[in-house]
Structure formats: structure tokens, C-alpha cells
């Protein structure tokens, strides 16, 4: 097939008819610079480790939210998984550099939602970024944010708060 054709090493910016002019040159320079970006893109992956899971009942459910304004009330994105005792752990791909806050609960009896008892307190397990806590409430996005660059391995342990007994000796 190619007999009367010497082998030639192909190089890279050679074309199809063996000249590279700049003109042609610039696209695929171009193209690579795209594709280095997107590649590098690849590399935002945010994972969240969640520990202190009392049981393997429902599901853990992970949001992450992008801004003040949305935290606690629209996700950026958000996960779920069967629960594990003890951890586990999510991941999200291609989180674009900024501030963040993660919430979690472990959905025992999957509804969906934490669930309260009539005191206001979580009968279900949750936790913050930072593993930033309120006295009486949800904590503000101020005290969960933490900033986000490329790869980043966050850990958050789950409360679970348990209710007051009284002792046979109190009243």
C-alpha cells in the first residue's frame, strides 16, 4: 500500500497534506487548551464523609448549597444512601471553586425529611460542615461555609440528641 512511500514519523501538528501553517495551528492549540480545562475540571470533587451513624436503618441524605440565601432552603445538589453504621461516604464530581455549606441527616424511617419530637428536637440524626452547631436551631451558613478549590475530603459527624429521662429520684 505504501511501497514507494518512505515511513515518516507523524508529528503532532503535522495535517493531513504534511504542511502546519500557523492558521491551523492556532485551533488545535486552541482545542487543547479546552480539553486541558475540562480535564482539570474533572478534578473538583468535593467528598463528604459522614461518621457517627448510629445504625443502619433509611437513608443518609447529604445537601450542598452554594449560596447564604439557599442554605437550608434550595441545594446546589444533593444525595442520599442506604445508612451504614458507623460512616459513609459521598462524592460530588465537577463542584465548580467556591464557598460552600453541607448539611446531612440519617433518614431512619425514610420520609424523607428530619423528623421532630414536640420539644423541636431532631428525633433523627444531622450534622453541619465545620461540624458547626447552634444553641437552639439550625447554625448559620456563616459558621458551616468553607471554601472549595479542587479536591477536598470534608468530615462531619452526625448528632443525634437523645431525650431527657428523669431519674427515679427526681421529681
Known amino acids: 500500500m505504501y511501497k514507494n512511500q518512505p515511513f515518516k514519523k507523524m508529528h503532532f501538528f503535522q495535517t493531513c497534506k504534511g504542511k502546519v501553517t500557523s492558521q491551523k495551528a492556532v485551533p488545535l492549540a486552541a482545542f487543547l487548551a479546552i480539553f486541558i ?17 448510629k445504625n443502619q436503618e433509611g437513608n ?5 448549597y452554594n449560596t447564604e440565601n439557599g442554605f ?7 444525595k442520599s444512601l442506604k445508612a451504614a453504621k458507623g460512616s459513609v461516604e459521598f462524592v460530588f464530581q465537577d463542584v465548580p471553586a467556591g464557598t ?12 424523607g425529611k428530619l423528623d421532630y419530637r414536640t420539644s423541636g428536637i431532631p428525633k433523627e440524626g444531622f450534622g453541619f460542615s465545620n461540624n458547626a452547631l447552634s444553641k437552639l436551631g439550625i447554625p448559620k451558613f456563616e459558621k458551616a ?10 468530615q462531619i459527624a452526625l448528632r443525634y440528641i437523645e431525650p431527657h429521662r ?6
Open 166 to 171: 428523669k431519674k427515679e429520684s427526681e421529681p
Open 60 to 64: 443518609v441524605a447529604v445537601a450542598l
Open 100 to 111: 460552600y455549606a453541607v448539611s446531612v441527616m440519617h433518614d431512619a424511617n425514610e420520609n
Open 37 to 53: 480545562s475540562i480535564a482539570a475540571n474533572g478534578q473538583h470533587e468535593l467528598v463528604v464523609e459522614v461518621s457517627n451513624i
Open 145 to 154: 461555609k468553607f471554601e472549595f478549590t479542587t479536591k477536598t475530603k470534608i
Open 72 to 78: 437550608m432552603k434550595s441545594p446546589f445538589q444533593g
